[in-house]
């Protein structure tokens, strides 16, 4: 398994005030496996992506990554792990205005310490894979929301990482777009065998997963093996 996790539990506190955002979750994925987890708001699904891809602390339970142990790690060395194996991709695109496509994607790969004049070759390769070679040098005011989207898919998968977290990757999108994102992020996961885990409301875009897990109130409560590879979005 690429991500393994036990009895995870997390509660917020605010006061006197406890939500028990996840009690005791078992999960595993496995390499390449597509994976949506569904609910409704505020069963847990963004706890449990935050939790398993180290943007958030657990409270207890045990969470391992390509089989490390992710509470075993101090803040910099997950901080240097999320950049070297993990992309994100999030319902709000998290696109710097300021700078343009290229330099947006180029950005994890900066941070992670790789020469500007090879990140930049790598940004450019990885917006033509997603359709974008033409829109380099636009900034996201003179984009689309879909090219938006595509830009920060090919800022998630720039370094090549094993795992790719998604947020809700087509709340912002039109169907007809959506249909278009989600037809490359299947045909990324396919060719190129790296994990996804989405997290979404829309069963149009679970069925095209391998697997659908179901979440309420902090806690899996079903899983669905989907023959995703058959279906067209």
Excluded at 46 to 70: A, H, K, P, Y
Excluded at 116 to 138: I, S, Y
Excluded at 174 to 195: F, G, H, P, W
């Amino acid at each position: 398994m690429i991500i393994e996790a036990h009895g995870v539990q997390k509660t917020y506190r605010s006061g006197r005030l406890e939500v028990h955002a996840l009690r005791g979750v078992d999960f595993a994925v496995e390499p390449g496996e597509m994976v949506a987890v569904m609910g409704p708001s505020g069963c847990g699904k963004t706890t449990l992506l935050n939790c398993l891809s180290g943007l958030d602390e657990f409270d207890s339970g045990e969470v391992r990554i390509e089989g490390m142990d992710l509470r075993g790690m101090d803040d910099r060395r997950r901080t240097d792990y999320r950049c070297r194996r993990m992309g994100f991709i999030f319902q709000t695109f998290n696109l710097l205005p300021v700078l343009t496509a290229a330099e947006n994607v180029e950005l994890p790969l900066l941070v992670g310490g790789v020469r500007a004049a090879e990140a930049r070759r790598r940004a450019v390769a990885a917006l033509e894979r997603v359709g974008l070679g033409e829109r380099v040098e636009h900034r996201p005011a003179e984009m689309s929301g879909g090219q938006r989207q595509r830009v920060s898919i090919a800022r998630a998968l720039v370094n090549m990482p094993a795992i790719v977290w998604a947020d809700e990757p087509t709340g912002n999108l039109d169907s007809k777009t959506t249909a278009e994102v989600m037809s490359l992020i299947r045909e990324l996961n396919t060719e190129q065998q790296q994990t996804f885990v989405i997290i979404t409301h829309d069963a149009d875009i679970g069925a095209m997963c391998n697997r659908i897990v179901r979440m309420n109130d902090g806690e899996i409560i079903d899983q669905a093996q989907m023959e995703a590879l058959n279906k067209t979005p």
